[in-house]
Protein backbone atom coordinates (compact mmCIF):
# COMPACT_ATOMS: atom_id res chain seq x y z
CA UNK A 1 0.00 0.00 0.00
CA UNK A 2 1.37 3.25 -1.36
CA UNK A 3 0.92 7.38 -1.25
CA UNK A 4 2.44 10.02 -2.51
CA UNK A 5 3.59 12.66 0.56
CA UNK A 6 5.50 16.16 0.24
CA UNK A 7 5.23 17.15 3.83
CA UNK A 8 6.09 16.28 7.55
CA UNK A 9 2.22 16.41 8.98
CA UNK A 10 1.03 14.78 5.54
CA UNK A 11 3.68 12.10 6.16
CA UNK A 12 2.98 11.25 9.54
CA UNK A 13 -0.96 10.78 9.09
CA UNK A 14 -0.20 8.12 6.79
CA UNK A 15 3.02 6.37 8.09
CA UNK A 16 0.91 3.98 10.10
CA UNK A 17 -1.31 3.28 6.63
CA UNK A 18 1.10 3.05 3.97
CA UNK A 19 3.60 0.30 3.45
CA UNK A 20 5.56 2.86 1.04
CA UNK A 21 5.88 6.92 0.88
CA UNK A 22 6.57 8.18 -2.50
CA UNK A 23 7.90 11.74 -2.68
CA UNK A 24 6.82 12.09 -6.24
CA UNK A 25 8.28 14.24 -9.03
CA UNK A 26 4.38 14.91 -9.06
CA UNK A 27 5.02 17.58 -6.07
CA UNK A 28 5.89 19.89 -8.83
CA UNK A 29 2.20 19.97 -10.16
CA UNK A 30 0.40 19.62 -6.61
CA UNK A 31 2.18 21.82 -4.77
CA UNK A 32 4.51 24.28 -6.45
CA UNK A 33 1.50 24.36 -9.80
CA UNK A 34 3.73 23.49 -12.08
CA UNK A 35 1.92 22.53 -15.25
CA UNK A 36 3.87 19.27 -15.67
CA UNK A 37 6.87 17.56 -13.42
CA UNK A 38 9.64 18.90 -16.24
CA UNK A 39 10.46 21.87 -14.25
CA UNK A 40 11.04 19.89 -10.98
CA UNK A 41 14.67 19.94 -9.67
CA UNK A 42 16.72 18.11 -7.59
CA UNK A 43 16.11 20.78 -4.72
CA UNK A 44 12.73 20.21 -4.32
CA UNK A 45 13.46 16.65 -4.05
CA UNK A 46 15.67 17.13 -1.50
CA UNK A 47 13.55 19.40 0.59
CA UNK A 48 10.66 17.90 0.30
CA UNK A 49 12.22 14.49 0.99
CA UNK A 50 13.65 15.85 4.22
CA UNK A 51 10.20 16.89 5.61
CA UNK A 52 8.75 13.07 4.72
CA UNK A 53 11.83 11.59 6.37
CA UNK A 54 10.59 13.58 9.94
CA UNK A 55 7.24 12.89 9.25
CA UNK A 56 7.41 8.77 8.47
CA UNK A 57 8.01 6.68 11.52
CA UNK A 58 8.08 3.13 10.00
CA UNK A 59 7.12 3.79 6.13
CA UNK A 60 9.51 3.07 3.21
CA UNK A 61 10.53 6.46 1.75
CA UNK A 62 11.34 6.98 -1.80
CA UNK A 63 11.81 9.54 -3.65
CA UNK A 64 11.45 10.30 -7.32
CA UNK A 65 14.70 11.54 -9.07
CA UNK A 66 13.45 14.71 -11.13
CA UNK A 67 14.06 15.06 -15.08
CA UNK A 68 17.38 15.75 -15.89
CA UNK A 69 19.07 14.02 -12.90
CA UNK A 70 19.80 10.34 -14.40
CA UNK A 71 19.16 10.18 -17.82
CA UNK A 72 22.85 11.97 -19.46
CA UNK A 73 25.16 9.58 -17.73
CA UNK A 74 24.94 6.64 -15.18
CA UNK A 75 27.92 8.61 -13.25
CA UNK A 76 25.39 11.85 -13.10
CA UNK A 77 22.45 9.50 -11.94
CA UNK A 78 24.54 7.79 -9.04
CA UNK A 79 25.94 11.20 -7.98
CA UNK A 80 22.25 12.82 -7.77
CA UNK A 81 20.98 9.31 -6.52
CA UNK A 82 23.64 8.96 -3.69
CA UNK A 83 23.14 12.82 -2.69
CA UNK A 84 19.12 12.22 -2.54
CA UNK A 85 19.76 9.58 -0.75
CA UNK A 86 22.48 11.54 2.07
CA UNK A 87 20.63 14.31 2.39
CA UNK A 88 16.66 13.61 2.90
CA UNK A 89 18.26 9.65 4.49
CA UNK A 90 15.32 7.70 2.20
CA UNK A 91 15.77 4.22 1.66
CA UNK A 92 15.19 4.29 -2.21
CA UNK A 93 15.01 6.61 -5.87
CA UNK A 94 12.98 5.86 -8.10
CA UNK A 95 13.40 7.02 -11.91
CA UNK A 96 10.90 6.91 -14.94
CA UNK A 97 12.17 3.83 -16.81
CA UNK A 98 12.50 4.93 -20.82
CA UNK A 99 14.61 2.47 -23.08
CA UNK A 100 17.93 4.06 -22.54
CA UNK A 101 17.41 3.37 -18.21
CA UNK A 102 18.05 0.10 -18.03
CA UNK A 103 22.29 0.60 -18.01
CA UNK A 104 21.62 3.13 -15.03
CA UNK A 105 19.05 1.14 -12.94
CA UNK A 106 22.18 -1.49 -12.95
CA UNK A 107 24.80 0.78 -12.83
CA UNK A 108 23.07 2.37 -9.43
CA UNK A 109 22.24 -1.01 -7.93
CA UNK A 110 25.57 -2.63 -8.34
CA UNK A 111 26.80 0.79 -6.22
CA UNK A 112 24.35 0.13 -3.50
CA UNK A 113 21.31 2.72 -4.43
CA UNK A 114 18.06 0.76 -4.19
CA UNK A 115 15.92 1.73 -7.54
CA UNK A 116 12.63 1.44 -8.30
CA UNK A 117 11.34 1.94 -11.92
CA UNK A 118 8.29 3.47 -13.27
CA UNK A 119 6.87 2.35 -16.93
CA UNK A 120 3.62 2.68 -18.91
CA UNK A 121 2.80 6.42 -18.61
CA UNK A 122 6.01 8.28 -17.71
CA UNK A 123 5.54 11.57 -16.95
CA UNK A 124 8.50 13.13 -17.59
CA UNK A 125 8.30 12.09 -20.91
CA UNK A 126 5.10 14.79 -21.63
CA UNK A 127 7.11 16.73 -23.91
CA UNK A 128 8.03 13.88 -26.11
CA UNK A 129 4.38 12.03 -25.94
CA UNK A 130 2.52 15.38 -26.19
CA UNK A 131 0.21 14.99 -23.31
CA UNK A 132 -0.53 12.31 -20.39
CA UNK A 133 -2.30 9.33 -22.04
CA UNK A 134 -2.24 5.78 -21.42
CA UNK A 135 -0.22 3.15 -22.90
CA UNK A 136 -0.96 -0.48 -24.65
CA UNK A 137 -3.35 0.58 -26.70
CA UNK A 138 -1.38 -0.13 -30.56
CA UNK A 139 0.70 -3.58 -30.14
CA UNK A 140 3.48 -1.64 -30.71
CA UNK A 141 3.37 0.35 -27.45
CA UNK A 142 2.62 -2.78 -25.47
CA UNK A 143 5.62 -4.52 -26.38
CA UNK A 144 7.20 -0.97 -25.55
CA UNK A 145 6.03 -1.01 -22.18
CA UNK A 146 6.73 -4.93 -21.41
CA UNK A 147 9.83 -4.15 -23.17
CA UNK A 148 10.69 -1.35 -19.89
CA UNK A 149 9.35 -3.27 -17.57
CA UNK A 150 11.56 -6.71 -18.61
CA UNK A 151 14.55 -4.34 -18.79
CA UNK A 152 14.32 -2.46 -15.51
CA UNK A 153 13.31 -5.93 -13.71
CA UNK A 154 16.97 -7.43 -15.48
CA UNK A 155 18.59 -4.10 -14.46
CA UNK A 156 17.82 -4.75 -10.68
CA UNK A 157 14.25 -2.64 -9.99
CA UNK A 158 13.58 -3.41 -6.39
CA UNK A 159 10.10 -2.63 -7.45
CA UNK A 160 8.24 -1.41 -10.57
CA UNK A 161 5.16 1.58 -10.64
CA UNK A 162 3.17 0.58 -14.03
CA UNK A 163 1.20 3.56 -14.54
CA UNK A 164 -1.66 4.36 -17.17
CA UNK A 165 -1.63 0.94 -19.32
CA UNK A 166 -4.14 -1.02 -20.57
CA UNK A 167 -5.51 -3.22 -17.97
CA UNK A 168 -5.29 -6.19 -20.42
CA UNK A 169 -1.40 -5.64 -19.98
CA UNK A 170 -0.96 -5.88 -16.41
CA UNK A 171 -0.62 -9.62 -16.57
CA UNK A 172 1.70 -9.82 -19.06
CA UNK A 173 3.57 -8.04 -17.22
CA UNK A 174 3.37 -9.19 -14.25
CA UNK A 175 5.03 -12.75 -15.48
CA UNK A 176 7.12 -11.05 -17.52
CA UNK A 177 9.33 -9.72 -14.38
CA UNK A 178 10.03 -11.02 -10.90
CA UNK A 179 9.93 -7.55 -9.09
CA UNK A 180 6.66 -6.56 -7.50
CA UNK A 181 4.08 -4.02 -9.66
CA UNK A 182 2.43 -1.49 -8.08
CA UNK A 183 -0.05 -0.03 -10.20
CA UNK A 184 -1.70 3.65 -10.57
CA UNK A 185 -4.42 3.57 -13.46
CA UNK A 186 -3.35 -0.13 -14.28
CA UNK A 187 -5.27 -2.51 -12.37
CA UNK A 188 -6.28 -4.13 -9.20
CA UNK A 189 -4.31 -7.55 -10.28
CA UNK A 190 -0.81 -5.45 -9.63
CA UNK A 191 1.29 -6.48 -6.75
CA UNK A 192 0.63 -3.13 -4.85
CA UNK A 193 -1.29 0.39 -5.81
CA UNK A 194 -0.16 3.85 -5.18
CA UNK A 195 -2.59 7.38 -5.81
CA UNK A 196 -1.44 10.74 -5.55
CA UNK A 197 -2.46 11.69 -1.88
CA UNK A 198 -3.90 14.56 -2.78
CA UNK A 199 -5.78 13.16 -5.92
CA UNK A 200 -7.59 10.90 -3.26
CA UNK A 201 -8.28 13.10 -0.80
CA UNK A 202 -10.47 15.35 -3.17
CA UNK A 203 -8.03 18.51 -3.34
CA UNK A 204 -8.79 19.06 -7.35
CA UNK A 205 -11.85 20.00 -9.18
CA UNK A 206 -10.07 17.54 -11.53
CA UNK A 207 -7.92 14.13 -11.93
CA UNK A 208 -7.75 11.14 -13.81
CA UNK A 209 -9.99 8.38 -14.69
CA UNK A 210 -8.21 6.26 -12.15
CA UNK A 211 -8.41 7.82 -9.03
CA UNK A 212 -11.11 7.09 -6.50
CA UNK A 213 -12.00 9.71 -3.84
CA UNK A 214 -11.73 8.75 -0.15
CA UNK A 215 -12.75 12.63 0.86
CA UNK A 216 -13.88 15.94 -0.34
CA UNK A 217 -10.80 18.31 1.52
CA UNK A 218 -11.14 20.83 -1.89
CA UNK A 219 -14.72 21.54 -0.08
CA UNK A 220 -14.15 21.26 3.35
CA UNK A 221 -11.10 23.80 3.12
CA UNK A 222 -13.68 25.92 0.93
CA UNK A 223 -16.38 26.10 3.98
CA UNK A 224 -13.91 26.32 6.78
CA UNK A 225 -11.71 29.46 4.80
CA UNK A 226 -15.38 31.16 4.08
CA UNK A 227 -16.24 30.33 8.28
CA UNK A 228 -13.44 32.28 9.11
CA UNK A 229 -13.48 34.98 6.43
CA UNK A 230 -17.29 35.60 7.73
CA UNK A 231 -16.10 35.73 11.36
CA UNK A 232 -13.38 38.09 11.44
CA UNK A 233 -15.55 40.34 9.03
CA UNK A 234 -18.05 40.45 11.59
CA UNK A 235 -15.71 40.64 14.46
CA UNK A 236 -17.14 37.30 15.68
CA UNK A 237 -13.16 36.39 16.09
CA UNK A 238 -11.24 36.44 17.97
CA UNK A 239 -13.59 35.75 21.31
CA UNK A 240 -12.03 36.03 24.32
CA UNK A 241 -11.46 32.65 25.12
CA UNK A 242 -9.23 32.95 21.96
CA UNK A 243 -7.34 35.85 23.49
CA UNK A 244 -4.86 36.93 26.17
CA UNK A 245 -6.26 38.70 28.66
CA UNK A 246 -4.87 39.68 32.77
CA UNK A 247 -7.02 37.79 35.44
CA UNK A 248 -8.68 40.29 37.49
CA UNK A 249 -6.16 39.97 40.49
CA UNK A 250 -3.58 40.66 38.18
CA UNK A 251 -5.16 43.37 36.47
CA UNK A 252 -5.64 44.65 40.06
CA UNK A 253 -2.03 44.47 40.90
CA UNK A 254 -0.85 46.06 37.92
CA UNK A 255 -3.05 48.98 38.65
CA UNK A 256 -1.67 49.35 41.78
CA UNK A 257 1.61 49.31 40.23
CA UNK A 258 3.22 46.40 41.58
CA UNK A 259 5.66 45.56 38.63
CA UNK A 260 5.53 41.77 39.02
CA UNK A 261 1.93 41.90 37.63
O1 LIG B 1 5.41 11.49 -9.00
C1 LIG B 1 4.55 10.68 -8.59
O2 LIG B 1 3.73 11.00 -7.73
C2 LIG B 1 4.56 9.35 -9.15
C3 LIG B 1 3.38 8.48 -8.83
C4 LIG B 1 2.24 8.94 -9.60
C5 LIG B 1 3.68 7.05 -9.07
O3 LIG B 1 5.45 8.98 -9.86
Not at 51 to 78: I, L, W
Not at 116 to 138: S, W, Y
Request: hydrophobic fraction near 45%.
Amino acid sequence: MCLTAYTAPMAEMLDPHCDLLLVGDSVGMVIHGLPNTVGVTMEMMIMHGQAVMRGAKQAMVVVDMPFGSYEGSSEVAFNNAARLLKETGAAAVKVEAGPQVAKTIAYMVERGIPVMGHVGLRPQAVNIDGKFRAKGRTAEEREQVLAEARAADKAGAFAIVVEGVDEALVPEISAAVSAPTIGIGASAACDGQILVTDDMLGIFDWTPKFVRRYANLKAEIDKAAAGYAADVRARRFPAAAETYSLSKARQARVAQGDKRG
